[in-house]
């Protein structure tokens, strides 16, 4: 079967159930993109990873990947393989140097561990087909954002699209706080373990180097 290389696209907050988040897949060589619900603490696996955060002590991933290493596993890719009844499968294809084994998986914590070994991403076309959005279609609803954003009816709208505001929100306060001040506060954010404050600071402190 046809593996379809994908590509992590966005992550935000999921506007149909809360507490959760959307992941956004793309397919590499076109122009669908394949969004996956994932739950809160996958979603900060991820986010720090993506972010290259290093967490005070090691996560659940964390500790798959240092596990893996020390019995000389490695990981070789992620397939999402499946939709069944509107849940995402995937499996993560291993190797012990001798033989090629796979594990099943959800797909967030897959993706998570991938990203730590730093392995593609892939699915089928049965899943593209079936759970895949065209780029055409995202593009739309974009547009439609940009120019109805002060309607409050919008409030529904794609939920891929609200991230490219939250960024600005660290940015009013920062102005006011020394470099020093902000080191201690990405120090704290870490030692909460509160990743997505972190990296708002983080990225604050890359844009004043």
């Known amino acids: 079967m046809k593996k379809i290389p994908l590509e992590i696209l966005g992550l935000s907050s999921s506007q149909s159930q809360s507490g959760s988040f959307a992941l956004i897949l793309g397919e590499k060589l076109g122009n669908r993109r394949l969004p996956i619900i994932i739950g809160m603490f996958e979603a900060q696996s991820i986010a720090i990873q993506i972010e290259k955060i290093s967490p005070n002590r090691p996560l659940t991933h964390d500790l798959f990947k240092a596990f893996a290493e020390h019995v000389h596993v490695t990981i070789i890719e992620v397939i999402i393989s499946d939709l069944k009844e509107g849940v995402f499968y995937s499996r993560i294809v ?49 547009d439609e954002d940009d120019q109805d954003s002060d309607d409050e009816d919008d409030d529904d709208e ?3 699209a609200r991230p490219a505001r939250t960024p600005a929100e660290p940015r009013d306060p920062s102005g ?28 604050e402190l890359n844009k004043r180097e």
């Open 94 to 142: 291993c190797s012990d140097g001798a033989t090629t084994f796979e594990i099943d998986a959800r797909p967030s914590d897959a993706i998570a561990i991938g990203l730590r070994f730093g392995v593609p991403i892939f699915t089928v076309e049965s899943v593209l087909s079936e759970a895949g959005i065209i780029l055409t279609d995202v593009e739309e609803s974009d």
């Open 176 to 203: 006011q706080v020394s470099l020093d001040e902000l080191t201690k506060m990405l120090a704290q954010a870490l030692e909460k373990e509160d990743y997505e404050k972190a990296a708002k600071i983080r990225d």
């Open 158 to 160: 794609d939920a891929p």
